[in-house]
């Protein structure tokens, strides 16, 4: 029997879903052997080559489809007052026109494709970027995971938006499952969609969803998983790995706005968190976001460089019997790891959107004490070369 593949449309032209023609196991086989090969030297040596695939499980995906909650168009000036929008070409800034998508949520596409068509009816100009005019930039939607939620935000390049009632009315006529909005300004000459500034245009300007039994409000500039049904099965795998009991301290470090420690608080009764993040605005939200799953007595979280507070907390004689990392691709720092091991956790686990900074970081780890117990590849986008990976290390 051979495996599923999918098709899509504008696949080649768009070329963000680079393996959707490859069967989605064999997408888990190539994910899991990249990642095996570039860890193989560090993991203990295997008798057999079962034995060798056994040692990096991979978690993959019961139907590879519509898992990403988040989405994103740029628009462009067209002809006759149209506005293109879609995905840029992949290396370029063209605009492929998309009406649909396989691995986006549905209703996301709709609701972006609503706020052209509604700047075309009031004839609000799409910004042009090779002549910085214009007004609109971007739109960027979440689609609720676990609730019914939907927050649109719209990029322009400029703070006043012409016939601004009318504007959301007719987004909201195109859209009606859209349950908030906001606006976003940017004005800079940049390929970065969303600027510093953003205000409410309807409802909350938030949305809020759920991950493992905990609700969280998010922001139009929150950090927060592409991919919730594979977030779920990450974060379980780091909670699991870090050995987590009642009574125990872990150190959620980049913790943004405290969506790993505040779920294996609620997973583990009497368990002590503390969470390092050195956005203002993300440390706020994760403050809220523990007082509203009834988390703020054992979640507590710091505005601070996390390097700076694990080395006042060995001075202080701080303990933690884990540290919880999920560092941005770049990966982590020398001194951000000597100071985990200055800490002398028992368990480190460490979560990776970026196989190869991992790889390069856990050299320290392993010549400071500590030893892999496990390596587990998480696929988070299907379709694409990339995955995550939770690894678990102990103090020997």
């Known amino acids: 029997m051979g495996f599923k593949t999918y098709t899509c449309p504008i696949a080649k032209s768009c070329g963000g879903c680079e393996w959707l023609a490859v069967p989605y196991p064999i997408q888990l086989r190539r994910k899991r052997d990249a990642v095996l090969d570039l860890?193989?030297?560090v993991l203990p040596p295997a008798r057999s080559p079962e034995e060798r695939e056994r040692r990096v499980p991979i978690v993959g995906m019961d139907a590879p489809l519509h898992y990403r909650h988040k989405a994103a168009t740029p628009f462009a000036p067209g002809t006759r007052g149209t506005i293109r929008s879609g995905f840029y070409a992949r290396g370029t800034h063209r605009i492929v026109p998309c009406g649909d998508c396989l691995v986006e949520a549905p209703g996301?596409?709709?609701?972006?494709?609503?706020?052209?068509?509604?700047?075309?009816?009031?004839?609000?100009?799409?910004?042009?970027?090779?002549?910085?005019?214009?007004?609109?930039?971007?739109?960027v939607v979440r689609m609720g995971y676990a609730t019914n939620e939907c927050l649109l935000t719209v990029v322009t390049n400029g703070k006043s938006i012409g016939r601004e009632k009318q504007f959301v009315e007719r987004v909201k006529a195109h859209a009606p499952f859209v349950t908030a909005m906001a606006q976003n300004v940017n004005q800079r000459r940049t390929n970065a969609i969303l600027g510093h500034e953003t205000r409410t245009l309807l409802g909350r300007g938030r949305m809020s969803d759920k991950l493992l039994d905990c609700t969280f409000e998010i922001g139009p500039t929150s950090f927060y998983q592409t991919n919730p049904e594979q977030t779920e099965k990450l974060y379980s795998l780091a909670i699991e790995g870090a050995q987590l009991a009642p009574g125990m301290r872990v150190l959620d470090a980049y913790c943004g706005i405290g969506t790993i420690g505040m779920c294996a608080a609620k997973q583990v009764a009497g368990l002590e968190v503390v969470g390092v993040e050195q956005v203002e605005g993300a440390v706020a939200d994760a403050r809220a976001n523990a007082d509203r799953n009834d988390l703020e007595d054992r979640c507590r979280f710091i505005c601070a460089d996390a390097t700076?507070?694990?080395?006042?907390?060995?001075?202080?004689?701080?303990?933690?019997d884990a540290v919880i990392m999920d560092p941005p691709r770049a990966g982590s720092t020398p001194q951000f790891l000597n100071g985990v091991m200055g800490l002398a956790p028992e368990?480190?686990?460490?979560?990776?959107?970026?196989?190869?900074?991992?790889?390069?970081?856990?050299?320290?780890?392993?010549?400071?004490?500590?030893?892999?117990?496990?390596?587990?590849?998480?696929d988070m986008f299907p379709h694409t070369k990339y995955a995550e990976t939770v690894m678990v290390l102990r103090r020997r």
Do not use: W
């Open 39 to 41: 860890f193989e030297d």
């Open 108 to 139: 996301a596409r709709r609701a972006l494709s609503a706020v052209a068509r509604a700047a075309e009816e009031l004839r609000i100009p799409a910004y042009d970027e090779d002549r910085g005019r214009g007004l609109l930039r971007h739109a």
């Open 308 to 320: 700076a507070y694990m080395k006042d907390a060995r001075r202080d004689r701080t303990g933690f």
């Open 347 to 378: 368990r480190v686990v460490y979560v990776s959107c970026n196989p190869q900074t991992q790889r390069r970081d856990v050299e320290l780890l392993l010549g400071g004490g500590y030893r892999i117990e496990s390596l587990t590849v998480v």
